[in-house]
């Protein structure tokens, strides 16, 4: 399912109520907003990800520190430049560092000697966490970060892990599809559940 937006503004309360029923924002390479909700729709099950031994033994020696919350537009505008050509535009930054400051988007950021080398960004509400995009910088950064951010969200009691689209790097994180109906169906469970990030 996908719509166009012709507005111009992507307000805090716009992009809460469209998460809230399932949809999503991307640019398209005219600038223009397009609102998705997916049928399959991917997402990470909490309960079954975990690192294999070859990761969590690298990380463990990779001198790699995590934090939340310290860099969170500085990760959207990684996200946005590293990859090449993005859906991220500095509208959309700004929209999400709104979004960031109301207290609903949030960040884990990897850090090596200092410097930020890995990250990645999402939304939260209620118990439901839809994660947006990741960067690195080093090798098993954005990875870094994101084993961090699962086992925060597990911690805090949520219940799903939105990741949209199913693509090659997030399939081998452990992402699988399900139907909209079934997406929808525990979304509606998780949005008014309490979670605090």
């Not at 809460?16 to 990470?44: N, S």
């Not at 839809?130 to 970060?145: D, I, R, V």
């Not at 090659?168 to 469970?189: M, P, Q, V, W, Y």
């Amino acid at each position: 399912m996908l719509c166009t937006d012709s507005a111009p503004v992507l307000s805090t309360q716009l992009l809460l109520a469209a998460y809230r029923k399932g949809f999503f924002p991307m640019t398209d390479e005219t600038g223009q907003v397009q609102w998705h909700c997916p049928d399959p729709r991917a997402i990470f099950p909490l309960g079954s990800l975990t690192p294999n031994t070859r990761l969590r033994r690298f990380l463990r020696g990779s001198g790699y520190a995590a934090t939340m919350d310290t860099a969170f537009e500085t990760v959207m505008e990684q996200c946005a430049t590293v990859h090449g050509r993005s859906w991220i535009s500095p509208a959309m930054v700004a929209a999400y560092t709104g979004l960031h400051r109301a207290g609903h988007a949030h960040s884990v950021e990897t850090w090596l000697n200092g410097q930020l080398i890995g990250g990645i960004y999402g939304v939260a509400i209620g118990a439901a966490f839809f994660g947006e995009s990741m960067f690195s910088l080093k090798p098993n950064a954005s990875k870094a970060a994101f084993y961090f951010l699962v086992e925060h969200l597990r911690q805090q009691g949520f219940l799903l892990f939105d990741t949209q689209y199913i693509n090659h790097h997030t399939e081998s994180l452990g992402a699988i599809e399900i139907s909209r109906k079934n997406f929808l169906r525990t979304l509606r469970d998780a949005v008014p559940a309490t979670a605090s990030f």
